[in-house]
């Protein structure tokens, strides 16, 4: 495991690779099969969908919540949304070019702002805050305890964290990506959740809900070459999704089959 100092290096790294978004051909490679044959997927079957409204569940009344956008580049899905119905919003990223953009974008909202600055380093001293918001972001900690007691740090008491990141808990999933891991350009701050990873979680925080995603329905991308109808396939995709989306929330073996896990955790 790095030390923080050596995180902190890695992450100067990791912001010219998100202002650049220079990719090698692996990284290519994964990229298009991630925006194209999974993001079908995942739209098709209702997937991203779920996740987002979900999401939105959780938040609950923003109008009290002091919330941290926490990686949010550009602006996620919701950075919008909890910039203009949040008490105080504050989004961070390591990319200027990317905090920039957002800025601009959360003019409108007074009590809203954005800022350029390393979660982890010293810099950062704004804490107590009611939400946490990471979508995506998580993984990219390879230090989970330093990650773990950050978080904890910068929480107000029985403050939040909705978070969303990949899962490299399902053998096939794991051969997959032990095979073109190594070769990608972000691979040094790539760490998909193990078993290992998510039980840490679990005894660090309070996992009041947890949804996996992509785990029978993963399984899409071949049903897809089928030659069936679209309508069928759609159906098939639904029926998978919403397995995995119920029985995940209390099958360990549902879950731990998933590419993708989403949890709303509280501080203890």
Not at 50 to 60: C, S, V
Not at 201 to 209: L, Y
Request: proline share 3%; net charge positive; hydrophobic share 35%.
């Amino acid at each position: 495991m790095k030390t923080i100092e050596k995180i902190l290096e890695t992450n100067i790294k990791q912001a010219e690779f998100y202002n650049t978004k220079k990719k090698n051909l692996a990284t290519r490679i994964w990229s298009k099969f991630r925006n194209g044959v999974l993001n079908k997927i995942k739209k098709s079957s209702g997937i991203q969908d779920q996740a987002y409204l979900k999401h939105k569940e959780w938040f609950g009344d923003l109008s009290t919540k002091k919330v941290l956008d926490l990686g949010c580049f550009s602006g996620n899905y919701w950075s919008m949304y909890l910039a203009e119905h949040s008490k105080e919003y504050l989004g961070i990223d390591l990319s200027d070019v990317a905090i920039a953009k957002l800025n601009d974008r959360l003019e409108p909202f007074p009590n809203a702002s954005a800022k350029t600055i390393d979660f982890l380093s010293a810099e950062f001293k704004e804490k107590d805050y009611d939400l946490i918001y990471a979508y995506g972001v998580l993984h990219h900690f390879e230090n989970i305890e330093i990650l773990i007691e950050k978080l904890n740090e910068k929480l107000a008491s029985n403050g939040q964290i909705i978070s969303y990141d990949p899962l490299e808990t399902s053998l096939p999933i794991k051969i997959m990506r032990t095979l073109y891991r190594p070769f990608q350009s972000d691979a040094a701050w790539e760490w998909p959740f193990t078993k290992k990873i998510f039980y840490q979680f679990q005894k660090s925080f309070t996992i009041i809900e947890r949804r996996g995603l992509l785990g029978k329905s993963k399984w899409l991308a071949l049903i897809s070459m089928l030659p069936i109808s679209d309508e069928r396939k759609n159906k098939i995709g639904e029926k998978w999704h919403r397995e995995d989306w119920d029985k995940s929330k209390t099958s360990y073996s549902v879950l731990f089959s998933c590419m993708h896990l989403t949890m709303l955790m509280q501080k203890k």
